[in-house]
C-alpha cells in the first residue's frame, strides 16, 4: 500500500499525513471525533474495500474503464449504500497534449469517517490539498467538508475547460470571416479543427451535465445517510451547485455557437458558389455573342457587305459593342 496518500483528522485538525492503511485505521478506533481522507490507486481498491466492508457493485464500477465502448464507459453519477455514498466523477482538462479534452475518471467513496478516492497519477491531489489547507474551519464538518472541497476542484476544471473551449471557439469564429486567408488555403484543416472542438465539447458536456444532479443529490438529505450535510456547510454547496449550473449554460451556448458556425460555413459555401455560377454565367453570355456574331458572317451565303472591309467593321463593332452592353449590364447587377 506505497502508493496510498492519506490525511487524518480529529475534529477538524490535521493530526497525520501520508500515514498507511493500518495507522489509518488505528487512529479511526482511538478517536471517534477522528476521520480521514485516503487517496489510492485501482490496484490498491480491492484490498481496501475488504477493510471497509464496500459493495462490490460500487467496486466493479470503480474499477472499469472510465472510458471505452458503451458497455464499458463509466458516466458521472451518485449512488447510495448502507452507510455510504459512492460517487463517479470526472475531472477535465482542455488543451491536452494532443489537443483534445483529457477526462479523468474519479471513483469517490464518502462514509462519516472517511472518503476515499481512487484514480492514477493523471490526478493530481495537490490543488485539493490546497484547498483543504485554505479554508480549515470548514474541516470541522467532518468528511461532508473534505467532499465539498472535492466537488468544487472537479467542477473548476470543467469551468476551466469550458472557457478553455470557448476561447477556441472565438478563435474558429475570427478565422471564418478572416479576408486574409488565401482562397487556395486547405478547408479540410478548418474543419478538423471544427470537428476537433465539437467532439470535445461533447465529451465535456456528458460528464458536467449530470453534475447538476449529483451535487443536488448530495444536498438533499437521505434517511439513510449517516452524516447529513451541516446547515454551515450548506452555502458552501449552493456555491458548487451555482459553478455547475454556470459550466452547464456556458456548454449550453457554446454548443448553440457551434451550430450557428457549421451553418454560417454552409451558407458561406453556397453564397461563394452562387458567386462563382454567376461570374461563370455572365462571362459565358459575354463569350457568346461575338461566338454568335462571327458564326453568322461565316456562313457561305450571300448577305449585306459580305466580302468587304465595311462588312469585317460592321461586325466587329456589333459583337464589340454587344459584349461591352452585357459586361457593363452585369457589372450593374454585382454579377461581375
Known amino acids: 500500500m506505497g502508493g496510498v496518500r492519506s490525511r487524518v483528522y ?3 485538525v490535521l493530526i497525520d499525513t501520508d500515514a498507511d492503511l ?34 462490490h457493485h460500487a467496486i466493479e464500477d470503480a474499477l472499469k474503464p472510465a472510458s471505452g465502448s458503451s458497455d464499458l464507459a463509466q458516466r458521472t453519477k451518485l449512488e447510495r449504500y448502507p452507510g455510504y ?11 491536452a497534449a494532443d489537443g483534445s479534452l483529457a477526462l479523468t475518471g474519479l471513483p469517490v467513496f464518502v462514509h462519516r469517517r472517511w472518503l476515499v478516492t481512487v484514480a492514477d497519477d493523471a490526478f493530481d491531489t495537490a490543488p485539493l490539498e490546497e484547498r483543504w489547507d485554505a479554508n480549515p474551519d470548514l474541516l470541522a464538518h467532518g468528511t461532508l467538508a473534505l467532499l465539498h ?33 488565401p482562397l487556395d488555403a486547405d478547408p479540410r484543416a478548418q474543419q478538423r479543427e471544427a470537428f ?11 460528464v458536467a451535465a449530470p453534475m447538476r444532479e449529483l451535487v443536488s443529490g448530495v444536498m438533499r438529505r437521505e434517511d439513510a445517510d449517516e452524516a447529513p450535510i451541516d446547515a454551515a456547510l450548506m452555502p458552501y454547496y449552493q456555491d458548487v451547485y451555482d459553478h455547475v449550473l454556470r459550466v452547464n449554460d ?11 458556425m457549421y451553418e454560417t460555413r454552409i451558407a458561406m459555401a453556397d ?25 453568322f458572317y461565316g456562313q457561305n451565303l450571300d448577305y449585306p457587305l459580305a466580302g468587304t472591309g465595311a462588312g469585317f467593321l460592321v461586325s466587329t463593332a456589333i459583337w464589340a459593342g454587344g459584349g461591352a452592353a452585357l459586361w457593363w449590364t452585369f457589372r450593374r447587377r454585382r454579377w461581375l
Open 10 to 12: 480529529r475534529e477538524g
Open 22 to 55: 493500518t495507522q489509518v485505521r488505528e487512529h479511526l478506533a482511538a478517536d471517534p471525533t477522528a476521520f480521514a481522507w485516503l487517496h489510492i490507486g485501482r490496484d490498491e481498491l480491492e484490498e481496501l474495500a475488504r477493510e471497509l466492508d464496500l459493495h
Open 85 to 95: 455514498a459512492f460517487l463517479y466523477l470526472f475531472a477535465a482538462r482542455y488543451p
Open 149 to 181: 472541497g472535492l466537488l468544487d476542484e472537479v467542477v473548476d476544471t470543467h469551468l476551466a475547460a469550458a472557457d478553455a473551449l470557448s476561447d477556441a471557439i472565438d478563435g474558429m469564429e475570427d478565422a471564418l470571416f478572416d479576408t486574409s486567408v
Open 196 to 206: 476537433a472542438v465539437r467532439k470535445s465539447l461533447v465529451r465535456l458536456r456528458r
Open 250 to 260: 456556458t456548454l449550453e451556448g457554446l454548443r448553440d455557437l457551434v451550430t450557428s
Open 271 to 295: 453564397h461563394t458558389l452562387n458567386t462563382v455560377m454567376k461570374k461563370l454565367a455572365a462571362w459565358a453570355a459575354i463569350i457568346a455573342v461575338p461566338t454568335a456574331v462571327t458564326g
